[in-house]
T-cell receptor, first 110, second 115 residues
Framework: GQQVMQIPQYQHVQEGEDFTTYCNSS?????IQWYKQRPGGHPVFLIQ?????EVKKQKRLTFQFGEAKKNSSLHITATQTTDVGTYFC??????????FGPGTRLSVLP | NAGVMQNPRHLVRRRGQEARLRCSPM?????VYWYRQLPEEGLKFMVY????????ESGMPKERFSAEFPKEGPSILRIQQVVRGDSAAYFC?????????????FGPGTRLTVT
């Protein structure tokens, strides 16, 4: 079945540094979503990417969907302590449901 | 507009007891998804339901687990004869239509502890 992997599993950065997490799917995706989960909280939707090579920005966050629609990345510029949490990608192939990656846990040192 | 509601937020059960987890989707949402999250791990899809129908239960363990979404009332995830390995956070999410490109709104989760 479809598998979604994320790297790195953990990332510790100093406040102000950049951060990137990568998401890779074993199958071609129809679309991909990104979620953020704060410690002790629940996942919150960030964005959805649909088109091959698509790039979307939300303030300091940049999301990219690969040309082959099998991978995606989330880049945060100049991290802040409010960015702390686990970032999940969720990939949907041409079936019914999204498969979540294991997440990248980001900690930001002030 | 209230968000997705789950109760209880915390549930403690002894081995062998039953656990019932409830999820009320956002108003106007007729699609509900249940996920399990083990400590320090990602979300594992369990089941996708619409009102009175189970659409996809491919992530549900074959035994002891069942889910329903009746015409009236919340969706229920039921775990019979709980074991220690069932300890996890159980999240439900809802969407207005099927996940053909629509974000899922997650509830706060129920944290189940089996002693």
């Amino acid at each position: 079945g479809q598998q979604v992997m994320q790297i790195p599993q953990y990332q510790h950065v100093q406040e102000g540094e950049d951060f990137t997490t990568y998401c890779n799917s074993s199958t071609t995706l129809s679309n991909i979503q990104w979620y953020k989960q704060r410690p002790g909280g629940h996942p919150v939707f960030l964005i959805q990417l649909v088109k091959s090579g698509e790039v979307k920005k939300q303030k300091r966050l940049t999301f990219q969907f690969g040309e082959a629609k099998k991978n995606s990345s989330l880049h945060i510029t100049a991290t802040q302590t409010t960015d702390v949490g686990t970032y999940f990608c969720a990939g949907r192939d041409y079936g019914q449901n999204f498969v979540f990656g294991p997440g990248t846990r980001l900690s930001v040192l002030p | 507009n209230a968000g997705v509601m789950q109760n209880p937020r915390h549930l403690v059960r002894r081995r062998g007891q039953e656990a019932r987890l409830r999820c009320s989707p956002m108003k106007g949402h007729s699609h509900v998804y249940w996920y399990r999250q083990l400590p320090e791990e990602g979300l594992k899809f369990m089941v996708y339901l619409q009102k009175e129908n189970i659409i996809d239960e491919s992530g549900m363990p074959k035994e002891r687990f069942s889910a329903e979404f009746p015409k009236e009332g919340p969706s229920i995830l039921r775990i019979q004869q709980v074991v220690r390995g069932d300890s996890a956070a159980y999240f439900c999410a809802s969407s207005p239509i099927g996940t053909s490109g629509i974000e899922q709104y997650f509830g706060p989760g129920t944290r189940l502890t089996v002693t």
